[in-house]
C-alpha cells in the first residue's frame, strides 16, 4: 500500500464548478500537507500547504486536513479554464527531519469554459 | 525564471545506452533532489542530497547512479538504460532553512524515451 493514495482522475469539470480533490494517507508522524499543481509540459509548483487539523484558505482554494481520518482535500471554487493541471498532494515531516516529501498519484483536472 | 534547469529536456536513447541527465540551480540550495514521473504512479523519489557530501538513496534508486558536482549541480546517470526507465524526470531543490515544511522548487523536467 503506498503512503499517500490520490484518484488518478481524469476529472472533468464545466467553468464555474466546485472542484473536490483527494488524498489518503497512511502514516500518522506526517506533520506537514502539500498541494502541488502541475501545468502541461513543466514542473509541480507549490499551490498551498498546512501543518494543522482545520481548513485554510487562499483566494478560491481551500486545503483541508482532518489528522483523525487522515485525510487530506483541495477544494477550488469558481474554476476557471486556467486551473486545468495535474494537482498532486504531498506530506512530509518537515525540514528538521529529512525534509522527504510522499506524494500522491496526482489528480489531472480539466476545466471546460 | 529559470531558477533550476535541466538538461537537456527531451532525450531518445536506446537500450543498454549510458545517459546522464543534468541539473543546474541558481537558488542558493543545499537540498537537490531527483524525481520519475509515471502516468497513475505519481512522483517516485530516486536520490537526494543534502550536500556535496551527503547521498542518500530513494525509493527507487535501482539502475541508478548520481553526482553531487558542486552545491548548485547534480547529475542522474542510467549506467545502461532499458525500456522501464522511460518516464519523465524531475530534479529539485530545497532550503530548510526557509520553511519548516521543505517546500521543493521543480525543474521543467527531462522526457526520457528507452527504446
Known amino acids: 500500500q503506498k503512503e499517500v493514495e490520490q484518484d488518478p482522475g481524469p476529472l472533468s469539470v464545466p467553468e464555474g464548478a466546485i472542484v473536490s480533490l483527494n488524498c489518503t494517507y497512511s502514516?500518522?508522524?506526517?506533520?506537514?500537507f502539500m498541494w502541488y499543481r502541475q501545468y502541461s509540459r513543466k514542473g509541480p509548483e507549490l499551490l498551498m500547504y498546512?501543518?494543522?487539523?482545520g481548513n485554510k484558505e487562499d483566494g478560491r482554494f481551500t486545503a483541508q486536513v482532518d489528522k483523525s481520518s487522515k485525510y487530506i482535500s483541495l477544494f477550488i471554487r469558481d474554476s476557471q479554464p486556467s486551473d486545468s493541471a495535474t494537482y498532486l498532494c504531498?506530506?512530509?515531516?518537515?525540514?528538521?527531519?529529512?525534509?522527504?516529501?510522499?506524494f500522491g498519484q496526482g489528480t489531472t483536472l480539466q476545466v471546460k469554459p | 525564471d529559470a531558477d533550476v534547469t535541466q538538461t537537456p529536456r527531451n532525450r531518445i536513447t536506446k537500450t543498454g545506452k549510458r545517459i546522464m541527465l543534468e541539473c543546474s540551480q541558481t537558488?542558493?540550495?543545499?537540498?537537490m533532489y531527483w524525481y520519475r514521473q509515471d502516468p497513475g504512479l505519481g512522483l517516485q523519489l530516486i536520490y537526494y542530497?543534502?550536500?556535496?557530501?551527503?547521498?542518500n538513496k530513494g525509493e527507487i534508486s535501482d539502475g541508478y547512479s548520481v553526482s553531487r558536482q558542486a552545491q548548485a549541480k547534480f547529475s542522474l546517470s542510467l549506467e545502461s538504460a532499458i525500456p522501464n526507465q522511460t518516464a519523465l524526470y524531475f530534479c529539485?531543490?530545497?532550503?530548510?532553512?526557509?520553511?519548516?515544511?521543505?517546500?521543493?522548487?521543480f525543474g521543467p523536467g527531462t522526457r526520457l524515451t528507452v527504446l
Open positions: 529539485a531543490t530545497s532550503d530548510p532553512g526557509a520553511s519548516s515544511y521543505n517546500e521543493q522548487f
Open positions: 502514516n500518522s508522524a506526517f506533520q506537514y
Open positions: 498546512t501543518y494543522s487539523s
Open positions: 504531498a506530506t512530509g515531516r518537515g525540514s528538521s527531519n529529512t525534509g522527504k516529501l510522499i
Open positions: 537558488k542558493g540550495h543545499d537540498r
Open positions: 542530497s543534502f550536500d556535496v557530501k551527503d547521498i
